[in-house]
Nanobody, 123 residues
Framework: VQLQASGGGLVQAGGSLRLSCIAA????????MGWFRQAPGKEREFAAA????????FYANSVKGRFTISRDNAENTVYLQMHSLKPEDTAVYYC?????????????????WGQGTQVTVSS
């Protein structure tokens, strides 16, 4: 599975962005999809994940209530809608795929990664 993320950019604090990640290859719907982010000088951290069918979603406390993850299996795409953005949300955002539903927050469980898209939030 090849993943390509897009949709990042520069936005003012309080603004919104929607990230997209399109998957090339078969069996997209058999993967749990996640979004991770990595700020300069920091480790890559979990942001959100969504189950195979989209029926279950999971969020890091830092983004809960502001970010929404969704997927369209017919289009092989997963989205991350981000509202009320803060300067501390500035990071490179990566989409990733795993078959391990129980460890959706663990970056070591993800086997496919996109190239990342930069999100910069100005104060």
């Amino acid at each position: 599975v090849q993943l390509q993320a897009s949709g990042g950019g520069l936005v003012q604090a309080g603004g919104s962005l929607r990230l997209s990640c399109i998957a090339a290859g078969r069996s997209f719907s058999s993967y749990v999809m996640g979004w991770f982010r990595q700020a300069p000088g920091k480790e890559r951290e979990f942001a959100a994940a969504i189950s195979w069918s989209g029926g279950s979603t999971f969020y890091a406390n830092s983004v809960k209530g502001r970010f929404t993850i969704s997927r369209d299996n017919a289009e092989n795409t997963v989205y991350l809608q981000m509202h009320s953005l803060k300067p501390e949300d500035t990071a490179v955002y990566y989409c990733a795929a795993t078959r391990n539903y129980n460890k959706y927050a663990s970056k070591t469980e993800y086997i496919y990664w996109g190239q990342g898209t930069q999100v910069t939030v100005s104060s």
